[in-house]
């Protein structure tokens, strides 16, 4: 009888690898479960808190010139206007600009729909790289629902053309999530590796032009990459980016210096401490009930958050692995923060301005988002009795401040609210009042508020009445000023509304003074009449109910 000889080694090493197979792509089914779920609480989430705007919300601002612009001189004119005029150094942006508008007209919900999309999609991505950054899947899920309703930066989520700042946030954490991967691959699968590197590369390259405002965060990456890999080897894909990156961003602020004010190293220097001090106002504020602005409390918030973070230290010091772990992310959200205000340095926003204004904060909020969270998180380890309490006390501090940051947003969302039923009324006092327009004219609008709180417009803009004008009586020959504060001064020549710049002034063959307030309509057509008009003429307040 003879034995039969079996060789089990290639039998075990296939069973292994099929074994290994059958991990990985359980691992992979779970992680796209996981994306899956997590994007269904951000749809909730931002159905719960911005269906209301999106069904009630409406045009401000840009949105109003751009739907004119999209009638009147169609898709492909729009995007020429936006690329030379208006954000030169941005073709992406420019060619994204008018999609909506093209696509739906003046049906402001859907506008506003696809924003909040575009918002939901940003805190998608960021729950993406946060766990690709290792974050515990609680952790990087409740911040990026506090990424959502971050209410410091309204305008990413509320306006319509400021929502389409979004896909610069998105293409930037996914480059990065990409990056990240690409140095972490062994040095056997070097074709997949370069594959992402370029990836990466490309999107960075796609955020810049669209919004510059994630450079200096990308050039910071490299304090991302050396969780990955040693120095060396962070050092290398450090190299790729700046060499993708500082040329594409230089030329882009060179194209958008022409018609938009890019801050010189001297600017710069002057703003750094006025964004400092907004910061940390800010960082208060996030603890604080909305309302409450003194300078002692947020003084006292400051002062809490100072002790939290050196008794963190202490606490680290002795070993407690969990205290280092969320010191050092909160530490990278401050770093994100700095490096996220640097391209707004000496560009006249400031991380303090509302409403729309709030375009400094658009990196930045996520930044802050990981510092609140850190912080909140640190103050459990220290007070939980017992480990098993944190998560407990996690989930009580999320809701508490996340109700908070709530309250905060659907207050701007009422502002809002409400500046559109005042845009309807000027528009209706404007048709009862003057009526139909002579083709070519200028209404100089007086008598009517402009804003109904700071960075909430009704009318703000030369740009916005005279859009929201041109699609109301169909012509595109006719332009509007709207009048508020400092009035108007009585050139040799033309009308300088004082509140926006010498290239808004008006001819005075064009120029018709209106009053809403007092119902005097009345053609200006020389500097002796414009002075002789002034008087009876009086600016609107800045703000309603000034």
């Not at 992979?28 to 919300?57: C, I």
């Not at 010139?65 to 030169?88: E, M």
Request: charged residues 15%; hydrophobic residues 55%; positive net charge.
């Amino acid at each position: 009888m003879t034995m039969k000889v079996v060789n089990v080694r290639p039998v075990r090493g296939a069973l292994i690898a099929r074994a290994a197979g059958g991990g990985v792509a359980l691992v992979r089914a779970h992680r796209y479960l996981e994306f899956v779920l997590a994007g269904a609480v951000l749809v909730g989430l931002a159905v719960l808190v911005f269906g209301t705007h999106v069904r009630h919300g409406g045009f401000y601002s840009d949105d109003w010139s751009t739907a004119s612009d999209v009638t009147f001189r169609g898709y492909r004119g729009t995007v020429d206007h936006v690329l030379h005029d208006v954000v030169p150094g941005r073709p992406i942006l420019a060619a994204v600009h008018p999609v909506t508008h093209y696509l739906f007209g003046l049906q402001a919900e859907r506008h506003l729909a696809v924003g909040v999309s575009l918002a939901v999609l940003a805190s998608l991505c960021f729950f993406v790289l946060l766990r690709s950054l290792r974050v515990e899947r609680p952790h990087a899920l409740g911040m990026a629902a506090l990424s959502l309703v971050f209410p410091w930066a309204v305008a990413l989520h509320l306006w319509t053309i400021a929502t389409v700042n979004n896909l610069a946030l998105i293409t930037y954490f996914l480059g990065t999530t990409a990056a990240l991967t690409a140095v972490g691959l062994e040095r056997d699968r070097r074709g997949r590796a370069l594959a992402l590197h370029l990836a990466a590369s490309l999107l960075y390259v796609v955020s810049v032009l669209t919004y510059q405002v994630a450079p200096a965060v990308i050039l910071g990456s490299i304090a991302l990459y050396r969780t990955r890999v040693s120095w060396s080897r962070a050092s290398r894909r450090w190299l790729l980016d700046c060499a993708v990156v500082l040329p594409v961003t230089a030329a882009s602020a060179a194209a958008s210096s022409a018609v938009r004010e890019v801050g010189s190293v001297s600017a710069m220097v002057t703003d750094l401490p006025r964004f400092v001090r907004d910061d940390l106002t800010l960082f208060a504020a996030m603890f604080l009930p909305s309302g409450v602005e003194a300078a002692l409390p947020n003084l006292l918030v400051l002062f809490a958050a100072t002790g939290v973070v050196a008794l963190s230290l202490v606490r680290a010091r002795r070993g407690e692995p969990a205290v280092r772990t969320w010191l050092v992310r909160g530490g990278a959200g401050a770093g994100a923060v700095a490096l996220s205000h640097v391209m707004f340095l000496g560009s006249g926003l400031l991380p303090s301005y509302s409403g729309i204004d709030d375009r400094a904060n658009t990196l930045a909020a996520f930044g802050f988002v990981v510092v609140a969270y850190s912080v909140l998180v640190l103050v459990c380890l220290l007070v939980a009795p017992t480990p098993r309490w944190i998560p407990v006390f996690i989930a009580a501090a999320l809701v508490l401040v996340g109700v908070g940051w709530i309250g905060r947003v659907r207050d701007d969302i009422a502002l809002l609210r409400t500046a559109v039923a005042r845009q309807a009324d000027e528009m209706a006092l404007l048709e009862d009042v003057v009526g139909r327009p002579p083709p070519g004219s200028t209404l100089l609008v007086f008598g009517f508020p402009a804003t109904t709180s700071p960075g909430i417009p009704i009318f703000y803009n030369a740009w916005d009445l005279e859009g929201a004008l041109r699609l109301r009586w169909k012509d595109y020959s006719l332009a509007a000023r709207p009048i508020f504060r400092k009035g108007v001064t009585c050139d040799a020549g033309s009308i300088r509304p004082v509140e926006f710049q010498p290239e808004f002034s008006v001819p005075y063959e064009r120029a018709i003074f209106v009053d809403l307030a007092t119902r005097i309509v009345r053609p200006v057509r020389s500097r002796e009449a414009c002075v002789a008009a002034r008087p009876r003429f009086a600016p609107g307040p800045l703000v309603a109910g000034e």
